[in-house]
Nanobody, 130 residues
Framework: QEQLVESGGDSVQAGGSLRLSCGASGRTHFNACMGWFRQAPGKEREGVASMYIGTGTTYYAAASVKDRFTISHDNAKNTLYLQMNSLKAEDTAMYYC??????????????????????WGQGTQVTVSS
């Protein structure tokens, strides 16, 4: 049974940096699309970034995120990361990692459609104060 566990969330000042991690047990990510999502208070959960692990191809939900956030994966550790720099108050949210292991995951990884991700972590809180 796949289990995704996020860590690295914290409270930081605006302009600061954090690196989120998503470890997994039970299954390799090699042929999976892995994604980061976030949900701010009172808002719907939204996609942040995704990566097809087999090729390393990455996708970012918005230009503002791409300039500041970097998604990466350590194959040896089977761990997904989200490096977040120049954090802003509007980045405050619960951050979730998720995995899509389906055979179609490579082709749809760029879309960050939540319905395609069947495996989710419990989330890690990021709070940015201005």
């Amino acid at each position: 049974q796949e289990q995704l566990v996020e860590s690295g969330g914290d409270s930081v000042q605006a302009g600061g940096s954090l690196r989120l991690s998503c470890g997994a047990s039970g299954r390799t990510h090699f042929n999976a699309c892995m994604g980061w999502f976030r949900q701010a208070p009172g808002k719907e959960r939204e996609g942040v970034a995704s990566m097809y692990i087999g090729t390393g191809t990455t996708y970012y939900a918005a230009a503002s995120v791409k300039d500041r956030f970097t998604i990466s994966h350590d194959n040896a550790k089977n761990t997904l990361y989200l490096q977040m720099n120049s954090l802003k108050a509007e980045d405050t949210a619960m951050y979730y990692c998720a995995a899509d292991y389906s055979i179609a995951s490579e082709g749809r990884c760029y879309g960050l459609q939540q319905r395609n991700f069947r495996h989710w972590g419990q989330g890690t809180q990021v709070t940015v104060s201005s």
